[in-house]
């Protein structure tokens, strides 16, 4: 028998592992999420863990959390095998979590949600629920949130629910903070308040696993990385000693090229003409145009207003004043079924939320806007609706087991790529995509632009939010900056450059 040799014992304490992750393996019906991958944890370092949609990422947060038990392999504390059989073992493990898809209670106060199941308790075991919200207080003043523990879950916007999930975590002294995606959902002052955060549970000596999409962020706070690429473990180093190229190259497997694709916009007639949308506290006074072809991008900050208005636009909710033309027809649009009908579609930036049916299997999912082209007398013709759904989702590069797999089951990233495929699948004329790439790895990025290209190209009008310079650069023929509910400036040609965006966008 043969022995594997005895481990280096490494004598620096920042070398010292808190948590480790040894071969561990994981299957569902179908996929092997993880094969035999390591990674390992260290006090007071971030940890990037990095890989395509799919490869594995969440579900190590959820073996680390109790949430999935591995198939083989092991978790180490300390050096010593443990096992989560529970969530609540690996909370008094000291490993929490701030999950991609947060897992919180709408009916519940943000006081509530904090301390579900590890409430303060005072005498009789009963609850202490004035300690409990000075804690809630405490917790999320240290995290810069400026929200009433009082306030029920439901009335807060994603941000600041994100903030209460962050919360949380933090409300159990934990020796290891795992966040999955933590800044998908939150604004550029939140986000560079949640470094603040990062490097406060850095000096506390506590381990954090970070998980993200984002080149910029995780060159800027992590100090380690692990990659993943479709389940095994593709490369893991000090952060100093690898490039951006480096890794992507380790995560998708080959070079990608960040370039934009190369387009010649064919810009036809008018197909959209909005004109003086006004809302009482949300937008004002909102006019432009938009073509059969083009690709117009919507910049601003967050919160200038701008998916405020797309929501109106598609009926979700009402404008005070303002009319919509599409080819040449006043619409009438009152409801997102209208606006589908008149052949305007949006993509909701919280896709997790407006998105999808969860316990459906993606080809349901894609064609359940379509059924009129996929039904013929009442009855689903299930191979035309296979058609329309591999359709899609190939040419997004949706990567899952099979088209029966159950929405639920896909990865964060997956998940994402399906509600685009569900709209795209309806033939629009008019498709409004708000933050189409944030979420979605860096080599889907690429397809998901190439897509909006030739989309473009057939002569469908994209409506474009994003917050990505680079990206509002390199895929709109023009674009309309907002700031504070109005149209700041409209920018085409050599007057788009990241200055004239940044200066429309804040006013200066
Ligand atoms: N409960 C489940 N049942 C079946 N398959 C699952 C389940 N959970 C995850 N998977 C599959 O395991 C694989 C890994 O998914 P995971 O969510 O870990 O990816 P990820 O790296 O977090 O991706 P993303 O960047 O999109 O969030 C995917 O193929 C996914 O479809
Ligand atoms: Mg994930």
Redesign the pocket.
């Known amino acids: 028998m043969q022995l594997d040799p005895p481990p280096a014992i490494d004598i620096t304490a920042e070398r010292r592992v808190i948590l480790a992750l040894n071969r561990v393996t994981k299957t569902?019906p179908g996929?092997t999420?993880l094969s035999e991958v390591s990674l390992e944890l260290y006090p007071g370092q971030v940890t990037a863990l990095v890989?395509e949609?799919?490869?594995?990422?969440?579900?190590v947060v959820k073996i680390l959390t109790g949430i999935y038990q591995p198939d083989g392999g092991q978790i180490e504390i300390d050096g010593n095998a443990v096992r989560f059989p529970t969530a609540q073992d690996a909370n008094a493990a000291g490993v929490t979590a701030i999950h991609?898809e947060t897992v919180l209670f709408d009916e519940l106060s943000v006081a509530e949600n904090i301390f579900l199941g590890h409430a303060p308790r005072g005498r009789f075991g009963l609850i202490d629920a004035v300690a409990m919200v000075a804690q809630a207080q405490d917790i999320l003043l240290t995290i810069g949130a400026n929200i009433d523990p009082h306030t029920k879950l439901k009335d807060l916007g994603i941000a600041n629910k994100h903030l209460v999930a962050i919360a949380r975590a933090l409300s159990i002294d934990a020796r290891v903070v795992i966040m999955d995606e933590p800044t998908a959902a939150l604004s550029q002052k939140e986000i560079d308040e949640l470094y603040v955060l990062v490097e406060e549970l850095k000096s506390q000596g506590k381990a954090i696993l970070f998980i993200s999409h984002k080149f910029d962020e995780i060159f800027r706070i992590a100090d380690n990385y692990t990659v993943f690429r479709d389940g095994t473990l593709a490369g893991h180093g000090a952060i100093a000693d690898v490039t951006e190229a480096e890794l992507v190259k380790m995560m998708v497997g080959r070079d990608v090229s960040q370039i934009f694709p190369d387009r010649v916009a064919n810009i036809g007639q008018e197909v959209l003409v909005v004109h003086g949308y006004d809302h009482p506290t949300e937008f004002a006074d909102i006019s432009f145009t938009l073509h059969h072809g083009e690709i117009l991008g919507f910049y601003g900050l967050v919160g200038a207003g701008r998916s405020e208005f797309m929501q109106a636009l598609f009926g979700i909710t009402r404008p005070s004043a303002g009319d919509v033309k599409i080819d040449g027809v006043s619409a009438v649009i009152r409801s997102p079924a209208d606006a589908v009908g008149q052949g305007i579609v949006y993509v909701p930036e919280d896709r997790g939320k407006q998105g999808t049916i969860t316990a459906l299997p993606i080809f349901a999912n894609v064609t359940l806007p379509s059924l009129g082209r996929t039904s013929r007398n009442g009855f689903l013709k299930l191979a035309e609706e296979f058609r329309l759904a591999r359709e899609y989702t190939e040419r997004l590069d949706l990567?899952?087991a099979s088209l029966d797999t159950d929405v639920g089951?896909?990865?964060?990233?997956?998940q994402q790529k399906v509600v685009i495929a569900k709209w795209l699948a309806t033939q629009p004329k008019v498709i409004i995509l708000d933050e189409p790439t944030k979420g979605i790895?860096i080599g889907s990025k690429a397809a998901v632009h190439e897509f909006m290209t030739e989309l473009a190209a057939q002569g469908l009008a994209v409506i474009m939010v994003s917050s990505e310079i680079p990206e509002v650069l390199g895929m709109s023929d023009r674009v309309i900056v907002m700031r504070e509910g109005r149209i700041a400036a409209e920018l085409s040609g050599g007057d788009l450059t990241p200055e004239t965006l940044v200066r429309n966008a804040a006013g200066i």
């Open positions: 569902f996929v999420a890989g949609n799919g490869a594995g990422k969440s579900t991609q990567r899952a089951n896909l990865s964060g990233g997956n790895d």
